[in-house]
């Protein structure tokens, strides 16, 4: 049998393993992980990431919406079908889906934390299919603008839960990236839309935008097919006392089904001090915990900001109104405006991922800046050219406008992108995430209907001088971002969402984790006994 000395030395490497992994300045889990499993050679990981592209695809059916509406507006098939619709017609047309958002997101953490992620991503799915039918198949104004009510209503159920979920069963290596990638893949389905539009413009009758308006199901129908055989988030499963599902769902896709993994018992114990602690503070029930506590309301000032910038840092012109944009600037053919769309599209979405990648090594912070500084830059440019090309039919300076919109687009998906969704999910503690995210998305919905519907009001009236409002608004946003931000990489998701609360919050997690998982190394230690394991841990 050892000696006490040889059990003490054993301790002692334990406490510098254990302690390296819990340091709250960087990844607790680092020491943790098995380097020799990857995304690329381990076969439970790829299995993992593929349910996770499934939950991705929710974006895209967002992003296709809005560029399809853009791409719709160059078809004369579809102006001639609803009436040639402008100004506020136009502007209610868009914003229709958004007032539809916003009667579901109330709903949606009912939805998601007493269902489950699976299930509030299956409900939408399935409004999304009817409501996307209903469109294809619209014979008037009214049947196209309830469709767009019934697409924005069923969006949020899965919009809501999708990423939240993607972030609660990734495997730690790769949340931060994977959770990014959730906005970014935005623009895979603005690709699809702009050309599909761009492909059927040539069809002389109402199926050149049908066709666009059945493709925009595709991503919901996967998932009406395929989502409830995901795998459920074990965060969800334990705060239902189902921790033995939620030991099983960790340890079958993060260690090759192996329960006493020390990576899967970190995670399993980490999650369990979390939600308890949560659960212990009184403040953390209900939608008044969203202001209850100081933590909280720096969270709630920082996500209520960041809803309100993704949406009127002037990207919305582009996403919604872009063929407007070029009329003004003497872009007038159907075929260019559908084709520089698509183009742009491409060069959106080799940014967004570009940056998704970036999030761990680069920062948080760095990426927000860089984005908002930039965007100022290009935005102030591009309402110079306008201008030029607006008093003196210059059109050079109608060119160079477009060469400054896709600068600008590259700034915004630098931060606004990636980082709008998954920043956002990260900072929120297990107990309000749900309903944080929720509210995220009602001010999203909020500010979208007024940019929707005022934008093509107020471009048509200041024509070059509603750039200015946008600029200054933007140095706005640098100097918000610059005082609030708080830079999150490489840690947990329970370390991250406990930064808000204090050193102490994220001492008590990781104290906690690190206790059980000391206790569990202990257990299989040469010659451990009751006693000796007992004079260890004292």
Not at 163 to 178: D, N
Not at 249 to 278: R, S
Request: glycine content about 8%; overall charge neutral.
């Amino acid at each position: 049998m050892p000696s006490l000395s040889d059990r003490q030395a054993f301790q002692r490497e334990i406490d510098m393993v254990a302690g390296t992994a819990v340091g709250v300045q960087g990844a607790s889990f680092a020491h943790l992980v098995d380097s020799r499993r990857t995304w690329y050679n381990n076969r439970r990981i790829i299995i993992l990431n593929a349910w996770i592209v499934l939950l991705l695809i929710t974006s895209s059916t967002d992003g296709y919406d809005g560029s399809m509406m853009n791409g719709l507006q160059s078809l004369s098939q579809w102006e001639s079908a609803f009436g040639y619709p402008s100004g506020g017609k136009l502007g209610l047309l868009n914003a229709i889906q958004s007032v539809g958002a916003l009667a579901g997101y109330p709903l949606t953490p009912y939805v998601s934390d007493g269902l489950g992620r699976r299930k509030a991503i299956w409900l939408g799915a399935t409004i999304m299919c009817i409501a996307t039918a209903v469109q294809a198949a619209s014979q008037s104004v009214g049947m196209f603008i309830g469709a767009r009510f019934l697409i924005g209503f069923g969006l949020p159920f899965a919009a809501s839960a999708a990423p939240i979920l993607v972030a609660e069963i990734s495997y730690p290596t790769y949340r931060a990236p994977l959770t990014s990638l959730y906005n970014s893949l935005w623009y895979s389905g603005a690709i699809i839309a702009a050309w599909s539009t761009y492909g059927t413009f040539k069809i002389n009758s109402t199926w050149a935008w049908r066709i666009p308006s059945l493709l925009q199901a595709v991503p919901s129908v996967l998932q009406f097919v395929l989502v409830l055989f995901a795998p459920e988030s074990p965060r969800w499963l334990i705060s239902k006392g189902r921790e033995g599902e939620a030991l099983q769902t960790l340890a079958y896709y993060h260690a090759d089904g192996n329960e006493q993994d020390p990576l899967v018992q970190y995670e399993f114990e980490e999650i369990k001090a979390a939600i308890q602690l949560d659960r212990t503070v009184a403040s953390n029930v209900g939608w008044k915990s969203l202001i209850a506590t100081p933590g909280n309301r720096k969270r709630m000032r920082i996500i209520i900001a960041l809803a309100f910038f993704s949406q009127w840092s002037g990207n919305g012109l582009i996403s919604y109104y872009l063929s407007e944009v070029f009329a003004q600037i003497g872009i007038t053919s159907s075929a260019t405006q559908l084709l520089i769309n698509g183009i742009l599209q491409i060069w959106n979405l080799g940014w967004a991922v570009f940056a998704a990648l970036m999030v761990n090594r680069i920062g948080r912070r760095f990426l927000a800046l860089t984005s908002a500084a930039l965007m100022t830059l290009f935005y102030m440019a591009q309402a110079i050219c306008f201008a030029q090309y607006t008093q003196h039919r210059i059109p050079a300076a109608g060119h160079a406008v477009i060469v400054f919109i896709f600068l600008f687009s590259a700034a915004w998906d630098l931060a606004f992108i990636p980082l709008m969704v998954s920043y956002t999910i990260e900072i929120l503690p297990y107990n309000i995430r749900a309903k944080g995210f929720g509210v995220f998305h009602f001010v999203i919905s909020l500010a979208l209907i007024f940019n929707q519907y005022v934008n093509p009001i107020a471009l048509d009236a200041l024509g070059w001088k509603y750039y200015l409002v946008y600029v200054c608004w933007l140095a706005f946003e640098f100097v918000f971002l610059w005082a609030f931000l708080v830079e999150t990489k490489n840690r947990t998701l329970e370390e991250t969402a406990a930064l808000f609360d204090g050193e102490e919050a994220i001492q008590h997690i990781a104290y906690q984790a690190e206790k059980t998982y000391k206790d569990a190394l202990l257990e299989k230690a040469p010659g451990s006994s009751t006693a000796d394991n007992e004079v260890c841990k004292a």
